[in-house]
């Protein structure tokens, strides 16, 4: 190796290393809005899940019964988790919140049964 390869070899190892280092941080940037809208909607679709279980238990102690409509919604928030799964990496930022919304839509309105629920069974003697 020449004494003039060496410097030129060094200095194309330097540029490479800039260019690699420049595209994984444009990347990195550009994912970061969908990355924290797929954290936010697997938040909400973790709480809805878990006021769905808690539904689930506060239904069947009043009943003795299993709620159809509570196990139909896990059922599709089992569905939703494997669409996100299948398709997740490649939704738009926009879907992926549109999903979110409905699950927090879904998760209010399990509130209120829940107060509902509460409301009768405070009721009865």
Known sequence: MTAFSFPVVT????LLAIVALALTWRYAR????RQRAMAR?????????ARLRTAKA????????EDETVRNALQEMLRQRLWLQQHGETASVL???EIRASIEQARTRID?????????RTAQP
């Open 95 to 97: 879907t992926l919140d």
């Open 30 to 33: 550009r994912d970061a809005p």
């Open 41 to 49: 909607l697997l938040d909400a679709a973790d709480a809805l899940e």
């Open 11 to 14: 200095v194309a190892s330097i």
């Open 112 to 120: 209120q049964q829940l107060v509902l629920v509460e409301r009768a």
């Open 58 to 65: 506060e239904i069947e102690a009043i009943t003795g019964d």
